[in-house]
């Protein structure tokens, strides 16, 4: 999971596996696959970057 800010400060976690889209329009939109959005204040970027570090800590774990 990855830890995000609402635009009301308030601080969420979020599965990166359900994110389906992010738009900058130009406030951040995380689109589910349910259809759910949420207004961020990270950018695409940053979140990209957020999924990709989590993803290389998940893979580098030992089994």
Known sequence: MIELTKLDE???LVNEDYIQLVEE???T???FGTGQKILV???RQE???LVKSFKCGY???PT
């Open 41 to 43: 204040k990270e950018s």
């Open 47 to 49: 979140i990209l970057n």
């Open 59 to 61: 893979s580098a774990r």
């Open 25 to 27: 329009t130009p406030d």
């Open 29 to 31: 939109v995380l689109t």
């Open 10 to 12: 308030t601080r969420i």
